[in-house]
């Protein structure tokens, strides 16, 4: 028993211990020793994280194996871990792309090898955390603490305007977040025993940063407030998503990071801002979520078209997946805000779906881009030929990004058009377009670099994908056909903890008739694939 | 009398051992070790000497001059451990320099004096007193490197403006006591309460916090500061930012708050455009910097201005923010300051960004505990800096000034720009760009360094028992 209740700490904090023991009992001239244990322990961080499918109890307590400490009793912060459906899988995702992303990096990563895997390893620490935080001074100091890794990661390792991209990433993402502090105080004060923020009674309990504590006390303030403080939020989490128009250090990030960087960028960092949305703006401010719901909407619409344009105009083939990024969290904005079980469930699978697809789309990218150093679509054509595991492995990432169905993506997007559609029919046909224009530039890409003749001379006798680069890719890809097939299971999980959102945030919606209802994809989510 | 006199021990303790040190200094002249030794004796039996004597639960003593409470046991022990820290920074630097380290060590003690009166002053008069006594050495360290004309010419510039500043508080305090024909902080505190709003009187209180702003170098009487810790000495150039900055806001804190509550209709408003002037002003012109004492001299000034935030806000919380804030910062900054020290570069006043390039190749551990001052000075978790901005902002929007915490904020991201400058020669200049100038690692530099970036993580991960050890100190603020 000690042993679970434990056990949020132990994955959060076995890759910083992994990092220390390589700070200091590895020489940096061992290379293959760093390798080597950065794989252990990012390897077993994954496996001892997949005890949480197996004990999470989607039925039982809304926040599950929690760990509770006092941590600065002065202000009423706590050490407050604990996880719920929405949560287990975006951890569990966080550590397989850790440990991807780790074992990814061995060749590619030729300079500084030691403390490249330090950094990574503490980045993957800030993430856990960021997802286990059930207290709002500890979800800040992680939401952070994964700053300084990115920024080294990205600017020792990066490509040739890594600086430029480091620093912009840096204060982008810092800029939104310390506004969010503001509006973590604000909700703070107001929601303390007697005290009264701008003029405002306050509700008359202890002043708490606990989240559990706050959900159940926040919802009832009033909606001026409430306005200001998803304003603040809004500001922090929607950087981080990023939605249009705050994307514009993604582009710049991704494209400069390092193939392992821009994995976990993709993967995890940008499911933080829709994380934040989902677990904090919505359940903690429902009436100003639903007072924001026109703007929300816009913007994900926006972002959904604008992001795929950009995309099909690219010629460098990580900045066109970097865009199709902001295309595809516009659809996880606009599931979140459709408000109901079905769009916040599509949006929550999405998110998962997205990085794996596009964590899987970068480590492809990386595989040609270490063979050839450039990424351009017009060096290449007809690779179809030369590599042909290869091809066959991209054209599956390709499918699972475009929404194929039997694949992740398919099951997302339509999860998210039902919800969507629920609401406005014209959201629906809007974000619709865009899974057209998202097949168009990804079909174009894979056509352009995979069909026709060799042209290009160098391009004759590149090497497939070796066994190390095959194995990075074939998780992911079994984990799109799962989900793809059989998405049950996730659902499952994250159903009893999206319903509690949605009671928060739009009570009405579960009271209504059931018959005038689709049936929720928790049911038969599977039924959709197979006709 | 005795028992007055033994509360005194700390500041006995260091008056002795200043006259001491200055007596063997002039009559044997033997190694410099000696002075060494007794400058650290000094200042570690005033510590021992400060928690014996403790808070004696918040007497008055000598006439109301001074106070013991747990406020001015806490700015006590701070000082004594900044002055501690730049000791040890101190002893590798005057070695290099060939500078005699006598009446040096000689007038760090009778700074400390200066400032361990100020954080029991009760009476504006003794205040006074307390804060020439702090400044005149300070104008003296500043100017210690004779041969150096940027020394000069720091010591001239503090001495003519300090001097100037000194004027106009004291001018400030005559018309209070015009006003209210006391100069103790409580009856004046009561006048002002009790009497009709008077227009002397808030001049006076204008002039006064014009002085107080100076000492702590906010906007607009910053102007002095880049120059001063530029061309002083760099070791002294740490202890500036540190020592006479806390003691300038522990004084600062006590008049407003205690002597001048009732009038903080007067200057609340006006304080809090001075914290805001303070914080653009200080972080935007750092950004711009070149050398490194300027650009954390920008920083400080920058730093004044988030604690101001706390003086601002008031109460119970504002002050202890400020308290925490101060107690955070001078471990910070001792650090970040000290690795400047110890840089081994061939003007002891030039040290430029792209000295620090490549440092992380070279010394790794240096460049960690830069780096972990860079981040703490940032505010960025898990480091001291973080909590003790969240505990500013807190106050601020506690007190309803939430524009300033949103001032603050964003300003704290533009720090992290210059900051990052640094760290970005230290971590990701390549190897064709040159090599960093090496940090020497002499023992006692080490040790300071060692303690900063301990206190620095330690506060930042627990800084519960700061807090909760400044929490009655900040009860000297009424609400």
Redesign the interface.
Known sequence: MEFFSNLLNIICYLPLVGALFIIFFIKKENTKAIKLWATLFAGADFLISLALWFRYDPNGEPFQLVYKKP?????GAQYFFGVDGISVLLILLTTLLGFIAVYSSFTAITHREK?YYVWLLVLQTGMLGVFMALDF?LF??FW??M??PM??LI??WGGPR??YA??KF??YT??GS??M??GI??L??YNSSG?A??GLPGLGNAPTFDVTELMKVAPSMPLSLQKWIFLAFFVGFAIKVPMFPFHTWLPDAHVEAPTAGSVILAGVLLKMGTYGFLRFSLPLLPEASRWAVPWMVALAIIGIIYGALVAMAQQDMKKLVAYSSVSHLGFVMLGMFALNPQGLSGSLLQMINHGLSTGGLFLLVGIIYERRHTRGLSEFGGLAKVMPVYATLFMIITMASIGLPTLNGFVGELTILLGAFNRNTWWAVAAATGIVLGAAYMLWMYQRVFFGEVVHEENKNLPDANLREQWTLIPLVVLCFWIGLYPKPFFKIMEPSIRRVVQVVDPQYLQAPAASLPAPPAEKPGHGVAE | MNAQLSVLLPELLLAGMGMLILLVGVVGRPSERVAFFLTNLGLLSAMGGVVVVGERGSETFFAGMLQLDRFALFFRLLFLLSALLVVWLSRPFLLRAQQAPWEYYALILFATLGMSFLASGVHLAGLYVSLELMALSSYILAGYFRGEVKSHEAATKYFVLGALSSGILIYGLSLIYGVTGSLSLAEVSGKLAAGPRSVVATAGVFLLLSGLLFKVAAVPFHVWTPDVYEGAPTPMTAFFSVGPKAAAFAMLVRVLWVGLAPAAPDWRLLLSWVAAATMVWGNVAALTQENVKRMLAYSSIAHAGYALLGVVSGGALGTQAVLFYMLVYAVTNLGAFGLVVLLASKEYAGEKVNDFRGL?RRQPLAAAAMLLFL?SLGG???TAG??GK??L??AA??A?Y?WL??VG??M??VS??YY?RIV?EM??ASAEEGEAVAVLSEAWGVRALAVCALATLLFGV???SA??FL?PAAMIVPW
């Open positions: 941590w600065i009793p002065a202000i403390e001074v800040y100091v952070e603490v700053l300084v920024y080294f600017g020792i890594k600086l480091a620093i840096f204060l810092l800029v310390v506004l502090l503001i105080l604000a703070y004060f005290f923020l701008v | 992380a981040l960025i978790p898990p973080f909590m969240l505990y902002f807190a929007v506690h309803g939430a915490a949103v904020v964003i704290s991201a992290l720009y990052f970005k971590y990701l627990y800084p519960t807090l909760a929490a």
